[in-house]
């Protein structure tokens, strides 16, 4: 298992969000959550681009964080589903709030990304 060699520096709002939902795949898991789709198969459907490892670690991140809940059901073969808690519904809005920037500046953003990422192959080639 991981262990942190650096203590994290929470002095503001900022940091502390960072620390909750710094992963790559952790506010996709919320709003994904928060639209229905709970079990982990589902999840993993959502997002294809992530392995069911990276995904489990960072569920356990948000369950440890109280984002989320874990509900298991006593059957065979086992059923997990995810649930958001009331916590983790009060981030929603944020989310919301992100994901309407990104769509405000799709085009903008991609252009940049995309020429970001020609300068580090670029880089790469000399």
Request: proline content about 6%; overall charge positive.
């Amino acid at each position: 298992m991981y262990e942190r060699k650096i203590i994290p520096n929470l002095n503001c709002g900022l940091d502390l969000i960072g620390e909750v939902l710094y992963g790559k795949w952790k506010i996709r898991l919320l709003w994904f959550i928060y639209q229905g789709h709970k079990r982990p198969s589902e999840l993993q459907r959502k997002i294809p681009d992530a392995s069911r490892r990276v995904l489990n670690i960072q569920l356990k991140e948000l369950e440890d964080h109280e984002l989320v809940t874990k509900k298991i059901y006593p059957v065979v073969p086992p059923k997990v589903e995810y649930s958001l808690t009331d916590f983790g519904e009060s981030v929603i809005p944020v989310i919301g709030a992100l994901g309407q920037w990104g769509d405000q500046h799709e085009d903008r953003l991609r252009k940049l990304i995309i020429k970001r990422i020609q300068g580090f192959s670029d880089t790469e080639e000399n």
